[in-house]
């Protein structure tokens, strides 16, 4: 690079793109020899970050959880005798000692109101976190082939 303007320290000149490319790719062999292991390792991000939008998304999968456990408290208050008679069946019926009585204090603190409706809104909106998982595939995507395109790019 001893006829570079760049390493002559004029770098507002620019080289022959030929030229700097050659060399560019000379300087970078060894970088280039990791492109293809590269290139594998966006190929199973792309592939983890599918898996993530489709049935293995946490959010959805988490999301419906308050409604499962309404329908199991429900279910237990409409076949809550037969359940106590089984567990007293097979634990034993318990006995009834005195208690100390507690102040009726809550720990909880319940700062959002369930919707009434449990129904999803016609056309679902994107969460959030299938937004970043978007965002991560475009960026992914231009992350291919990042080794092999390294001299092009610092000689444009």
Known sequence: MSSCPACQGLPEVKPCNGYCI?????????H???DELWNKYIE???SLSERLVGPFN???TIEPISIKISDAIMNFQESGFQVTQKVFELCG???LGRREARPQTSQFVFEKRLEKSHRPPARPQKSE???MLIELKKKLKGA???WSLMPYQMCD
């Open 129 to 131: 976190f299938e937004r």
């Open 144 to 146: 291919e082939g990042f």
């Open 93 to 95: 019926t318990p006995r």
């Open 32 to 34: 280039y020899e990791i």
């Open 58 to 60: 946490i959010e959805m």
């Open 22 to 30: 050659n060399i560019m790719k000379g300087c970078m062999a060894y």
């Open 44 to 46: 199973s991000l792309m």
